[in-house]
């Protein structure tokens, strides 16, 4: 059982590796795991050849080994199961430099290599296009990036001036209520202190006798 279990591993492993190329479009990087959290590894060119180990459905990432012998985890999207653009028309360069040479008999050959020569030639065309606007799309994403960290630096920076606007109001509140209670304590004791003095030149006047004058003073 367990030499049959080994058995089946073994096909599975043989079964799942097979090559790939990386796209014509990127350079992409080789982790250490299927997720950008991990470490990179190696910057992979475009046209590079691999070795797919195991494909991560959930995660979108591919494991694969290098002509080298590392192994590490790739976008699964970013890769080709045939040879990029520029390795093909290379290819088809030599062979038609192949053909050129071989004369008259190879006619035919030769206007098949030109037809495919055409189509890579076209197709490296309409890749260029693709990573110029690619290009472009990341310049554009990169300044909006750089105009939202912007716009959260000031957004800081303005929370901060009104938590202190906020600090500097409640302290004026609280030292406008201390010189309220003040003053009108000021009053209450100054109305008190008057209170009190009229009562007592209430009391005090009625005894008061004004002396009489007497009619020679008159004289």
Known sequence: MRILTLTLLLVGSIAVAAPAWVSDQFEITL???????NAIQLTL???????VLERDSDSGYSK???????????LSRYLMSEPSAREQLATL??????AASAGDSLESQLAGVRSQYAQA???IQSLERDKTQLEQDLADIRRTAANALS????NTELRQKL????????TLEQEN???TSQSTRYWFMTGGGLVVVGIILGLWLPRVRMPRKSRYDRF
């Open 31 to 37: 982790r250490t795991g299927p997720s950008t959290s």
């Open 45 to 51: 060119r475009s046209g590079t050849q691999l070795e």
């Open 64 to 74: 694969v080994r290098t002509s080298g012998g590392t192994e590490g985890w790739v």
């Open 93 to 98: 360069t030599s062979q038609l430099n192949e």
């Open 121 to 123: 030639t076209n197709q």
């Open 151 to 154: 716009l959260d630096r000031q």
């Open 163 to 170: 938590a202190d606007a906020e600090i500097q109001v409640g």
């Open 177 to 179: 209520r201390a010189l």
